[in-house]
């Protein structure tokens, strides 16, 4: 609405194929749980984790962890000699996402938030 009414060309509001300017997502998940998505990323950063670790129940659908994400990713880290006072969530999540292939993320959410990042950018190709 806010969009729209600014002048603005949101996505539900154009016409098929057509370019728009806003595409509306709201982040729910801990960005923790997009680093779960891809255990890959974790360890290249992070060596020393399990190369299990996504096959584990409490991880296998990453945006369901329990517990809260970011103190999951401690008690891993943690577990595998890493961060032992306490998770430093800037330099981790600097570590992980230099990892990270998007195209391989398990994340639902973050498959959700990049698929809308790619309408938006390949909207302004057109």
Known sequence: MIARSSGLITKS????????????????????????GEVEAIR???????PNLATQQPYRDPDAIKGGTWE??????KKAGYHPGGLEKYKASSEISQYMNPEL????????????LLEIINSKQV
């Open 72 to 77: 999951a990713l401690e008690r891993v880290l």
């Open 44 to 50: 290249q950063a992070y060596p020393k984790v399990s």
């Open 105 to 116: 993320n398990r994340s639902k959410s973050f498959k959700v938030f990049y698929k809308a």
């Open 13 to 36: 509001s154009c016409q098929k194929d057509k370019s728009f300017q806003v595409l509306n997502r709201i982040v729910v998940e801990e960005l923790e749980a997009w680093f779960f």
